[in-house]
């Protein structure tokens, strides 16, 4: 407990001290609940959303104004990829982004094509140009660039065939529900993936800072304002043996002149024209394809109070200082 806290005038923080027990296997997270075992958990496993709920003795929490999506990165240094616009277009109109909601996420996410969720003002943008779900257009698009299936079903050109790895984080039972729908949305238009995923140690740091992917899927957020330098930026490119986010590897200018007008721009509208114009370069270019905008549930005990997990990147205990117990006992 820190007695110089801010608002220690007010009482706060209400808790002496919060104990974090990091847990990695989603099982065990739902075991530790079920017996009791833990005050709250937050990132938990969609798929077992059904038995979260059923836990008598605790809340299942969601937080209304999370501004998170789901997305897959191209890394433009795969040259098949970067080079061939159609390919990235046809994928994204091969995608059933209600599937991946209604399926892999249980109902826990809503419709979303840009980097900005719906809680995010200025940046979200209601009339964005999303793809459309139609493997017929994208079969003919990749077929008028002379990407031709060969006996196995994968489509290739000029010696260069349309199969990619794919990679997220391990253990993350919806993700890899993801990766089952997009593996048979991609099949169905020519194009294989490959399935080899990695711990969340490894895919945020080496094998997305080096490039290792070719496509990636992850969750981000922006949390309290929408600047996506970040996320698109030329500079957030990661250098040889260095960090950074944009794992795009892809450095375009328009969408950097722009990122650099919202950045100085104050006015709300005004800026949210800007991103406007941002998501027409994105959906247009696609270094990313935008899945959808989870919903992340956390779950605490109903003996606790004011518990309510913030946006994707403010993590669980944005609102730490207002947390307290009946009695005093967690």
């Known amino acids: 407990r820190n007695d110089n806290y ?3 005038s007010q009482g706060m923080p209400y808790l002496d001290k919060v104990i974090f027990r990091p847990v990695s296997d989603q099982n065990t997270v739902l075991k530790d609940l079920q017996a009791n ?3 709250s958990t937050w990132f938990i496993d969609v798929s077992k959303t059904k038995a979260y709920q059923a836990l008598q003795n605790y809340n299942f ?5 999370a501004s998170n999506f789901e997305t897959i990165v191209i890394n433009f240094k795969n040259p098949t990829l970067a080079n061939n616009l159609e390919v990235r277009q046809a994928m994204a109109m091969a995608i059933d982004h209600e599937a991946l909601i209604k399926t892999a996420r249980v109902g826990q996410g809503s419709l979303l094509c840009t980097d900005h969720g719906a809680a995010v003002h200025p940046g979200y943008q209601p009339d964005a140009p999303c793809p459309k779900f139609d493997p017929a257009a994208a ?3 990749l077929d008028d660039h002379g990407w031709v299936k060969g006996s196995d079903g994968v489509r290739a050109k000029n010696g260069k065939r349309l199969e990619f790895k794919y990679t997220t984080t391990s253990g993350k039972p919806w993700r ?3 990766e089952e729908i997009l ?3 991609f099949k169905d238009i020519g194009i294989k993936i490959n399935i080899q995923n990695v711990p969340a140690s490894t895919f945020f740091g080496p094998f997305l800072n080096n490039g290792q992917h070719d496509l990636a899927e992850f969750e981000n957020s922006f949390t309290y304002d929408p600047d996506d330098d970040t996320l698109v930026g030329c500079d957030a490119i990661p250098p040889p043996g260095g960090s950074g986010e944009n794992w795009s590897f ?10 650099t007008q919202e950045q100085q721009t104050v006015d709300p509208v005004a800026r949210q024209a800007i991103f406007n114009k941002e998501h027409q370069i994105l959906l247009t270019q696609f270094p990313y394809i935008f899945l959808y905008s989870p919903t992340d549930p956390g779950i605490s005990k109903k003996t606790t109070h004011n518990y309510l997990p913030g946006p994707e990147g ?3 205990s944005v609102n730490i200082w207002k947390w307290w117990c009946d009695g005093g006992k967690c």
């Open 183 to 185: 593996q048979q949305n």
């Open 139 to 141: 079969n003919k698009l």
């Open 37 to 39: 075992n833990a005050t």
């Open 6 to 8: 801010f608002l220690a």
């Open 61 to 65: 929490v969601v937080n209304p104004a």
């Open 176 to 178: 890899q529900a993801d």
């Open 250 to 259: 892809n450095c375009n200018q328009d969408l950097q002149k722009l990122v």
């Open 314 to 316: 403010a993590q669980e």
